[in-house]
C-alpha cells in the first residue's frame, strides 16, 4: 500500500506536467485548428533561455519574467504570424508539417549552437523531504504538482470567468459568429498564442529541475502531451488535465507493476482503449462531420 | 499551349531521371550509390505512404512500424536459413496483413485521431523491436544479413544491388500507376474526397479505408525488407516514430497526391540531409538548416514541390481569362 501510494504521489507530479504541456496544445486547437507538433520543443527552448538569462547573472525571478516575455514573442507571434497565419487555410496537412519541420530546427539548432550535453537547472524549492502517511515525498514533487494544478485550474478559470476568456472561447466555437458580435477575432487567437507560450514556460520551469535541460527534452514531454489530450478529449481544456494525470500516474504504476521496458507504451495503451470506446475522448464533446 | 509546355517538361525530367538512376551510378563512388541505393527505398515505402494519405487520405504516422516489420521479417528469415526471395513475400504478405487491421482503427476516428493512433501502432512496435531480444536481437540488432543471389549471380556488390532495387522501384510504381487508374484508384480518391458522398456512389467505404492501409503497407513492407539487405545490419532506431514522421513530411513535401511526388520528396528526406552535410561551413548546422528549409518549404508551397507546374498552369490561366475580360470590356465599350 505505501508503495501504491509513493507511485501515486510521484505520478500525480509527471501528469501535472503532462497537463500543464497538454492544455497549451488543446487550447492551440480549439482556437485556430493548429496540431503543433513542436509543443515539446515549446517546452526545451524556454529551458534554455532561463538559463541563458542566469548565466549572465539575472536572478531566477527576472530570468522567469523575461523569459516569459521572450517566449510570447518569439513562440507565439512569430510562431503564429510567421507559420500559422499563411498555412492557416491549407488544412491540416501543411501545418503538421511545418511544425515538424519547427521540432526539427528547433531541437538540433540548441544542439548545435549551444550543446548536446544535459545541463542542470535549479530548483523552485529547497531539497526537501516530507512524511505523509508513511509515504516519502519531495517537496519537488509537491511544488510541481499544485503548482501546475493551479496555473491549469487559473487557466480555466480565466476562459470561464472572464471577458476576455469568455471571448476567446467563443472565437474557439464559432469563429464567424463571434465576429459578427464584435469580437476581434485575431487579437483572441493571438492571446491563445500567447497562453501557449506562458504555460511551456511554466512546464520548463518546473520539468528541468528533475529531468534537466537537454536539447531532446522535449520530445517525449511533447507525444506524452499529445496523447494525453486526445485521452482527455482534444476540445476540452479540462479534458488536458484529466489526460494528464491520468497518463503520468499510470505510467508510474505500470513501470513498477508491469515493465519498465514498456513503460512509454502505457500511454498509447489507455489512449487505444478510450478511443475505441470513446473516440471523441474522456471529456471531449463529438465533433459534426461536414459533409 | 499549356499541354505543349507540359509535355516538353515532363519529357525532359523523364530523360533527366532515367539519366540519373541508370547512368550515374556508374561515375559514383560506393558511398553516392549507397546514397541512391538509399533514396530508392525510401520512394517504394513513400509510394505506399502516398497511396494512404495522399490518395485515399487517411492519416498515417506510423509507416515506419511497417518498414521496420519488412526488414525484421526477412533478417530473421535470412538467419533461420530462408531464402530472400521468400523472406520478401513474407514480409509484403505479413505487413498486408497487419495493414488491414491498422485500418480498423481509421474505421472509427479520423483526422488527428487516426494520426495518433498510427503513431501510438509505432511506439508499440518499436518497443517490441527493442525489447524483444529472443527474437529481434534488441538493441543489439541483428548483423551480416546477406544480400541475395539471383539466377546465380550474387548481388553483394553495391552496383548490382542498387539495380535491382531500381527494377523493384520500377516494378512497383508499375503496379501503383495501373492501380490507381482502374476503378480502385478511383475509389480511393472518391475517399479522400468526400467519405460520405462516396458511400452515397456505393463505394465500399470500410474495404477500401482497410485495403489503402494494407497496400500502402506492402510497399513500406517490400521497401524494408530491401533496406536490411543494403545496410546488413538492422536495430530499431530508424523504425521509431521519428522515421514515421520523416515519411510523413517527405510526402507532403513532395507532394501528397501527384504520382511523382515520393520521388522528389524522398530525395528531399535523404538526399538534402546529407548534401547538406558536405557542404562546407554547414556540418554541425545541416539538420537545423533542413529544418528551416522545411517550414520555409511549406509556407512556399503548401502542397508540395510538385505543384509548382499546377500553380504555373493556374497562373497562366489567371492570366488569360484577364486578358480575355479585358478584350471583351474593351469591345463592349468600343460598341456603345
Known sequence: MTDFLQLLFSGLATGAIYALAALGFTLLWQASGTINFAQGEFVMLPAFMMLGFMSLGAPMLVSFVLTVLLAILVLGWVFKRGVVDPLFKYGMMPIVVATIGLSIFMRNGVRAGYSAEAHPFPSLFADKLFNIAGVTVTLQDIGTFVLAMAIVMGTQAFLAKTVTGRAMQAVAQNTESASVLGINVPRMIFYTFAINAVLAVAAALLVTPTYLAKFDMGEGLGNKAFFAAIIGGFNNSRGALVGGLLVGVCENLAAAYISPAYKDAVALVIFMVVILFKPQGLLGKKEERKV | ?336
Open chain 2, 1 to 336: 499551349m499549356n499541354a505543349i509546355f507540359n509535355n516538353k517538361f515532363a519529357t525532359l525530367f523523364t530523360v533527366l531521371g532515367a539519366l540519373l538512376v541508370l547512368v550515374a551510378p556508374q561515375y559514383l563512388k560506393n558511398y553516392g550509390i549507397y546514397l541512391l541505393t538509399y533514396w530508392l527505398i525510401f520512394i517504394i515505402a513513400t509510394m505506399g505512404l502516398n497511396l494512404t494519405i495522399g490518395y485515399a487520405g487517411q492519416k498515417s504516422l506510423g509507416h515506419a512500424a511497417f518498414f521496420g516489420i519488412g526488414a525484421y521479417t526477412v533478417a530473421i528469415m535470412m538467419k533461420a536459413g530462408i531464402s530472400f526471395w521468400l523472406g520478401l513475400p513474407a514480409a509484403a504478405l505479413l505487413c498486408f496483413a497487419i495493414g488491414l487491421i491498422l485500418g480498423f482503427p481509421a474505421l472509427r476516428v479520423q483526422t488527428i485521431y487516426l494520426a495518433f493512433a498510427t503513431l501510438g501502432f509505432n511506439t508499440a512496435v518499436w518497443l517490441v523491436m527493442r525489447n524483444e531480444e529472443w527474437l529481434t536481437g534488441g538493441t543489439f540488432g541483428i548483423n551480416n544479413i546477406a544480400r541475395p543471389v539471383i539466377f546465380g549471380y550474387s548481388l553483394e556488390a553495391n552496383r548490382p544491388y542498387y539495380y535491382f532495387v531500381l527494377a523493384v522501384t520500377l516494378v512497383l510504381a508499375g503496379l501503383l500507376w495501373g492501380l490507381l487508374r482502374s476503378p480502385w484508384g478511383k475509389a480511393f480518391k472518391a475517399l479522400r474526397d468526400n467519405p460520405i458522398r462516396a458511400e452515397s456512389l456505393g463505394v465500399d467505404i470500410r474495404n477500401y479505408t482497410l485495403l489503402s492501409f494494407a497496400i500502402g503497407a506492402v510497399y513500406a513492407g517490400v521497401a524494408g525488407a530491401l533496406f536490411a539487405s543494403l545496410v546488413q545490419f538492422i536495430e530499431p532506431a530508424p523504425f521509431a516514430v521519428g522515421a514515421s514522421i520523416m515519411m510523413y513530411l517527405m510526402v507532403v513535401v513532395g507532394g501528397a497526391g501527384y504520382f511523382l511526388g515520393p520521388v522528389i520528396g524522398a530525395a528531399v528526406g535523404v538526399v538534402l540531409p546529407e548534401w547538406l552535410r558536405d557542404v562546407p561551413g554547414v556540418a554541425n548546422w545541416y539538420l537545423p538548416l533542413f529544418g528551416a528549409a522545411v517550414v520555409l518549404l511549406m509556407i512556399w508551397l503548401p502542397d508540395g514541390l510538385l505543384s509548382i507546374p499546377d500553380r504555373i498552369k493556374a497562373k497562366r490561366a489567371a492570366r488569360a481569362a484577364s486578358a480575355a475580360r479585358t478584350a471583351a470590356a474593351s469591345r463592349i465599350g468600343a460598341s456603345s
